[in-house]
């Protein structure tokens, strides 16, 4: 029997139980929709935090704090007692493959303009090193220019800290004055600490979040002023860029910066935190995609006992068949078959409604989705905009996988089928 | 004439739970090209066991069952199909498939063994036109009667250019007029078209209108006479 002629046979098997094949299929499409969107939202999330850390963290880049890598929080010297000091800069600057360094001290405190105050964290660092490290994201909107040699009243302010509400209602323009306060809770008893500062530069929009780099919620103010400000000469931590971002560059480098200062010290490399980012996505995306099986794994369950059924109902039209000439591997082939078009169709529209779903999601946690018109902004979930990926890779897989176990659970059903004999099938009432 | 069928000194044996049935116990019979045969028998007498040898759905126990000159109890699944492919069966309960069309009945067979969509829809159309069910064959089986589906049935048998017909009991299952009907068809394939039949009956009235039966009791062919027309 012809391959098109055994397709059409086993369509026109499906077509005479159409609900049974319709909720059949349903199984197959919930299995596959849950794989797509479960992959497509993870990847489209490890694809936008990956660009967002890539904007504000250049790739040769080392980020060297005190203690054991608290570098999230800002990198107080923990445990050891070990403290990283300012001039700690012209050590390292002295190292193989290093071509800069720049020092960072950082306090939480706030920013108040005659328009409003915000809550915000300040960061003393050297403008100049920091945009030549920076050179993508420490840059000033139109307007304003971020001074080379700042006096210690100049102030360069993140994008949401000028426009903190995306509206155009605006706290603070270029020139205008600033009271810039901090609680030293250091001191006995606590001191509330200020100063009034000009804003010298509005940071343009950098979207997302960084470790080290520009933040579009931070202020900046030169370093000196920060030492004097904060009272202190120890920094949170030191940013190092180094001559390329080779593997090796970034390992001896890092190597030398720990030996330098006997090991009392973490340096974190962009690349790393990338690295540890994408393996920690990998693990999650295979847990989800596990679970997202098990419901595929019962819709095979299903489509096998619809086939056992179904070679019930049909032993006689198999007898039939075989009386009329029909082998058995064709018998086979027809079962087999009508798997195919249930797997094919499942996971057809499984992948259309995953990448609906996802997108539904991604629009849901706000601001993402590849379904909307308008460009994909940043600034939700937080400060991101998921937008789901589908890889064709996935698309394939998933196909293969619809395919793959309608087929794998019919296939004893089918070979049951395939071995009646023609005898007893006829008989069969 | 060549032999078609030819059994020698079949038997068959079925297990009953534990107890073995001997339903044929020695039969031998040669049907020749351009035949029609009837077996007669009462139910029981194993008739239905010598017409599933007959035509290929089952293998003998002991003994021989050659059609055209070969030994079936030789032959694997996949041959016997092959084999049945040149027999025309005849269902009591005419066996047709209910989502198809009597056209698309009559292709399915032609389909099983591989003729080409054109040939299958030209020799679909001649053959219902033959069992003169021209205007029907669009139909499926639920909207024609007992006597039009038994020869839709009888068409399919034809497809493939069967180097005999088997029918089991072709009118056991539709009415008295429509079963002469049906005689009638099956006369004319044997006197004008020179089908070899081969057909299995318990009713005395039926076998008498074939050229030569046999009869048979208790799994033995016990007697054998040339009808006189």
């Known amino acids: 029997m012809k391959a098109s002629d055994i397709l059409s046979y086993s369509f026109s098997a499906i077509k005479l139980r159409k609900l049974r094949a319709g909720l059949t299929t349903l199984g197959v499409v919930i299995g596959i929709a849950a794989i797509v969107a479960l992959l497509s939202i993870t990847q489209g999330l490890q694809e936008t935090i990956t660009l967002q850390l890539q904007r504000g963290f250049a790739t040769n880049t080392l980020i060297v704090s005190a203690g054991g890598g608290v570098v999230f929080g800002g990198g107080d010297a923990a445990g050891s007692g070990f403290k990283l000091f ?20 950082q306090r939480t405190g706030s920013i108040q303009f005659a328009a409003g105050a915000r809550n915000v964290t300040i960061v003393g660092v050297d403008f100049d090193s920091y945009a030549s490290i920076y050179p993508t994201t420490f840059v000033a909107e139109k307007g304003g220019v971020i001074p080379d040699n700042p006096t210690n009243e100049m102030v360069v302010v993140g994008k949401r800290v000028s426009d903190p509400w995306k509206n155009g209602t605006v706290l603070c323009n270029v020139n205008d004055t600033a009271e810039i306060a901090w609680l030293n809770a250091a001191a006995r008893p606590p001191k509330p600490e200020n100063y009034t500062g000009s804003v010298a530069a509005v940071l343009q929009e950098i979207g997302g979040f960084s470790i080290s780099g520009p933040s579009d919620y931070n202020v900046y103010i030169p370093l000196s002023k920060a030492q004097s400000f904060f009272g202190t000469d120890q920094c949170n931590m030191i940013i190092v860029r180094l001559t390329n971002d080779d593997k090796t560059t970034i390992d001896n480098a890092s190597k030398a910066i720990k030996a330098v200062f006997g090991d009392q010290v973490s340096v974190m490399s962009a690349t790393a935190v990338l690295n540890t980012l994408s393996s920690v996505f990998s693990v999650i995306e295979l847990f989800l995609s596990g679970i997202a099986a098990i419901s595929l794994l019962v819709a095979g369950i299903g489509i096998m006992n619809i086939m056992i059924v179904s070679l019930m109902e049909r032993t006689r039209e198999i007898g039939i068949l075989k009386a009329l000439g029909m082998k058995s591997h064709t018998v086979l082939l027809i079962f087999l078959g009508e798997s195919v078009i249930i797997g094919l169709l499942g996971a057809i529209i499984g992948v259309a409604s995953g990448w609906g779903l996802a997108n539904v999601v991604a629009i849901a946690l706000g601001g993402g989705g590849r379904l909307r018109n308008q460009a994909p902004q940043t600034g939700s979930f937080g400060t991101m905009a ?44 | 004439m060549a032999t ?25 019979l040669k049907v020749e090209s351009g035949d029609f045969l009837a077996i007669l028998g009462p139910s029981g007498s194993g008739k239905s066991t010598l017409l599933n040898l007959i035509g290929a759905l089952d293998k003998p126990t002991e003994g021989q069952m050659l059609i055209e000159n070969i030994d079936i109890s030789t032959l694997s699944d996949n041959q016997l199909a092959d084999v049945r492919r040149r027999i025309g069966f005849v269902f009591q309960f005419f066996n047709l498939i209910p989502r198809f069309t009597a056209k698309e009945n009559v292709e399915l067979s032609m389909s099983i063994a591989d003729m080409s969509k054109d040939e299958r829809r030209k020799q679909a159309q001649n053959l219902l036109e033959v069992v003169g069910l021209k205007e029907r064959m669009n139909h499926k089986p639920a909207e024609l009667s007992g006597g039009e589906q038994q020869r839709v049935a009888i068409a399919r048998a034809l497809a493939n250019n069967p180097k005999f017909l088997l029918m089991d009991e072709p009118t056991g299952n539709i009415d008295s007029k429509a079963a002469n009907d049906i005689m009638g068809l099956v006369k004319k394939l044997d006197e004008e078209k020179g089908v070899t039949i081969i ?17 048979m009791f208790d799994g033995l062919i016990v007697n054998e006479k040339v009808n006189h027309k």
Do not use: C
């Open chain 1, 386 to 429: 998921i937008n789901p990926v589908l890889t064709p890779t996935v698309t394939l897989l998933a196909l293969v996988f619809g395919i793959g176990v309608s087929v794998i659970f019919a296939i004893y059903p089918a070979w049951r089928a395939s071995k009646l004999k023609p005898v007893e099938a006829l008989r069969y009432e």
């Open chain 1, 86 to 105: 300012v001039n700690d800069t012209q050590t390292i600057n002295k190292l193989e493959n290093v071509e800069l360094s720049v020092a960072i001290i």
């Open chain 2, 199 to 215: 057909m299995v009956t318990h009713d005395q009235r039926l076998a008498s209108q074939a050229r030569r039966t046999v009869q």
């Open chain 2, 4 to 28: 078609i069928v030819e059994a020698v000194n079949l038997k068959k044996t079925y297990m009953l739970g534990k107890v073995p049935v001997e339903a044929l116990r020695g039969v031998n």
